[in-house]
């Protein structure tokens, strides 16, 4: 009787799982932990790391555009991050983001030297279109470095552009950025200037002087925008 009431136990578990949907939040994360170490914090974390596109970056020039209307070839378009995602944000960026004429998109997720790195596309002071290196600390997206923007106020454009490479042989991911600054009516380079931000191994970005490392810079060209008003 005592087996029999077992037997009977144990099918009525059976039926009961069977009935249970199963947990699939950090299915799409479990394929592709980087570090093996690096699990997400809840299922929302998990879901929103699952909206970038993995990328297996080695020399990647990141640019901007200077207005809503992006260029059909433009590669850094992404995909729209729904609004529940908003709350990830702080500061300025939150409160661009909750402007109802404002969305932030995916791009990438690239590896660091301890975790991934997003790139996201969001609106701020500097345009439209800015492009930022964030970093998730639990369920909050904390900007790490400013990418990319383009932008005219006044009598004169911005530009940065980024690329991300290894520039000290050291095989980590390293950024460049340079910058310049125009007359927007006739497009005559005032300012520019080049910045190198290396990663530190806890996967940190740290400026360093000119004369600490040979770059050949002018072989990093800036995308050419041609700025219209």
């Known amino acids: 009787m005592r087996i029999l009431s077992l037997l009977i136990f144990s099918v009525c578990l059976t039926f009961s799982a069977l009935g249970q949907k199963p947990d699939t939040s950090y299915g799409e994360y479990d394929v592709r932990p980087y570090p093996a170490t690096n699990v997400p914090v809840s ?8 909206l970038f596109e ?6 990647l020039r990141v640019y901007s555009h200077y207005d809503d209307e992006l260029p059909y070839e433009y590669p850094f378009k992404g995909k729209e991050i729904p609004e529940s995602y908003y709350e990830m944000f702080a500061g300025t960026h939150r409160d661009l983001l909750e402007d109802d004429a ?12 301890r975790a991934e790195h997003y ?20 369920e909050v997206m904390e900007p790490v470095q400013v990418l990319a923007y383009a932008y005219c106020k006044g009598d004169f454009c911005y530009q940065q ?3 991300i490479t ?14 310049r600054r125009i007359e927007a009516d006739d497009e005559e380079t005032l300012v520019k200037n080049d910045i190198v931000y290396l990663q530190e191994d ?4 740290e400026m360093v002087l000119d004369n600490e490392l040979r770059i050949d810079k002018d072989a990093y060209n800036m995308k050419a925008i041609e700025f219209e008003e």
Do not use: H, M, Q, W
């Not at 299922?43 to 699952?50: K, L, Q, R, V, W």
């Not at 993995?54 to 020399?59: F, I, L, P």
């Open 43 to 50: 299922p929302e974390a998990a879901s929103f790391i699952a």
């Open 54 to 59: 993995e990328s297996n970056v080695g020399n």
């Open 102 to 113: 404002s969305y932030a998109y995916s791009i990438y997720s690239i590896k660091g030297n």
């Open 119 to 138: 790139l996201i596309r969001t609106p701020s002071d500097k345009g439209p279109n800015t492009i930022v290196l964030f970093d998730l600390n639990g």
């Open 161 to 163: 552009d980024s690329f």
């Open 166 to 179: 290894d520039l000290d042989g050291d095989t980590d991911l390293d950024i460049l950025t340079k910058f």
């Open 202 to 205: 806890d996967g940190s970005f």
